[in-house]
């Protein structure tokens, strides 16, 4: 079961998610938390695997609530949700290390995909934040970005580079597995060690840094 925790300062939304979720077998709603502060509590006492993350709360907002999130010992990943769809919330949100980001107007199903494809490891963004995170980093990178992800790529050995260049194109670890011939256990080994050398806290990230490096062959994220 996926140990879900909703953070929202509607309590109407809160509830709305919740049914959401509750009609996937494979989910169950652990917590619910009506702001940033709140979130951190219930996530430190218990296990959450994925958090759905309002933005715009009282007391700690969804940004700060995320990156708090990810810093806890056993971090859930992170679906941020939000009804505005504005360029700052997709990079400071992805910044802080959610793996998600989906408008509130969303489809039910596609949200419930996603805290499946999130809580696997994987990334999911609604597209056109996808589309705008992506100009913003080509517009980082014509900045000098460009030199310093090379960097950070040169610090992978030969076989991560592989892994990274396939994770880089939104594969998942099943799929660079089947590419590269090895097993799945082995391609989750070599993408921690690839997010630790790039100094990222996710695949989004890890992928921009491709983006940035100009390795990506321009699939979607």
Known sequence: MIRTLIVD???LVRIALADILSDDPGITVAAQAGD???????????SIDVALMDVRMPRMDGIAATQ????????????????FDLDQY???GLAAGASGF??????????????????????????TAARRLVDRYHRT????????????????TP???????????????????????????????????ILAALEVGNRVQAALVARDAGLHRGHSL
């Open 9 to 11: 300062d509607d309590r």
């Open 36 to 46: 940033g502060l709140e979130a951190l509590d219930l996530a430190a006492a218990q």
């Open 68 to 83: 708090r999130l990810r810093a806890l010992p056993r971090p859930p990943q992170v679906v941020m949700l939000t009804t």
């Open 90 to 92: 997709v990079y400071d």
């Open 102 to 127: 989906l408008l509130k107007d969303t489809d039910s199903a596609e949200i419930v995909r996603a805290v499946h494809v999130v809580a696997e490891g994987q990334a999911m963004l609604h597209p």
């Open 141 to 156: 990178a014509a900045g000098g970005g460009v030199r310093a992800a090379r960097a950070r790529v040169e610090r992978l």
């Open 159 to 193: 076989r991560e580079t592989d892994v990274f260049g396939l994770l880089a194109d939104g594969a998942s670890n099943a799929e660079i597995a089947a590419v590269l011939g090895m097993r799945e256990s082995t391609v989750k080994a070599h993408v921690s060690r």
